[in-house]
């Protein structure tokens, strides 16, 4: 089993629609989770980070966080062409340095 | 405020060369990451390493592979006798300190032919 799992996609959703990004952890005791958004040839740029279970909006992001689950989700409100990236979910290790355990990636495509 | 500056952007080297990477981290941060990133996989966790210092190397391969980050200057990542599975982008991230969020650089895409 990865330790960090995501649907590959490509998730694809129309112009002002929500798209739902979804992961799992297999690492019951992780406590630090976060989301980074990554264009084609590009580094990763942090989006979102979330500590305690619920929800955390910043913007038109929400992440949802549910550790009795091991699951992970980001929630992008009025989807713009301009998000169409890949995202990609990341879980601390430890509750030290940051060394990030990622998930593949899920390919969004937002058309207009 | 510059951002974490990798070089070189692309790098081509064949079979049994050696293969340097350099990462400037950002202002004021001395805390700098490794990562690889292969085609179609997550990026994966290589080393940690403070000035001079290297704190963590679980993820980096025994063998060819070194890392450093001296008093001064960039912070090397260093491919000795390079093979075709090598092949992939190497990330830079910087913090400035171990709890802090990372930033990362454009990356250097590494090719062996």
């Known amino acids: 089993q990865k330790e960090v799992e995501q649907n590959s996609g490509p998730l694809s959703v129309p112009e002002g629609a929500i798209a739902s990004l979804n992961c799992t952890y297999s690492d019951r005791g992780s406590q630090s989770f976060f989301w980074y958004r990554q264009y084609s040839g590009k580094s990763p740029e942090l989006i979102m980070s979330i500590y305690s279970n619920g929800d955390k909006e910043d913007g038109r992001f929400t992440a949802q966080l549910n550790k009795a689950s091991q699951y992970v989700s980001l929630l992008i409100r009025d989807s713009q062409p301009s998000d169409s990236a890949t995202y990609l979910c990341a879980v601390k290790q430890g509750t030290g340095f940051q060394k990030l355990v990622f998930g593949t990636g899920t390919r969004l495509l937002v058309s207009p | 405020n510059a951002g974490v500056m990798q070089n070189p952007r692309h790098l081509v080297r064949r079979r049994g060369q050696e293969a340097r990477l350099r990462c400037s981290p950002m202002k004021g941060h001395s805390h700098v990451y490794w990562y690889r990133q292969l085609p179609e996989e997550g990026l994966k966790f290589m080393v940690y390493?403070?000035?001079?210092?290297?704190?963590?190397e679980s993820g980096m391969p025994k063998e060819r592979f070194s890392a450093e980050f001296p008093k001064e200057g960039p912070s090397i990542l260093r491919i000795q006798q390079v093979v075709r599975g090598d092949s992939a982008a190497y990330f830079c991230a910087s913090s400035p300190d171990r709890n802090e969020k990372l930033f990362f650089g454009s990356g250097t895409q590494l090719s062996v032919l």
């Open positions: 390493l403070q000035k001079e210092n290297i704190i963590d």
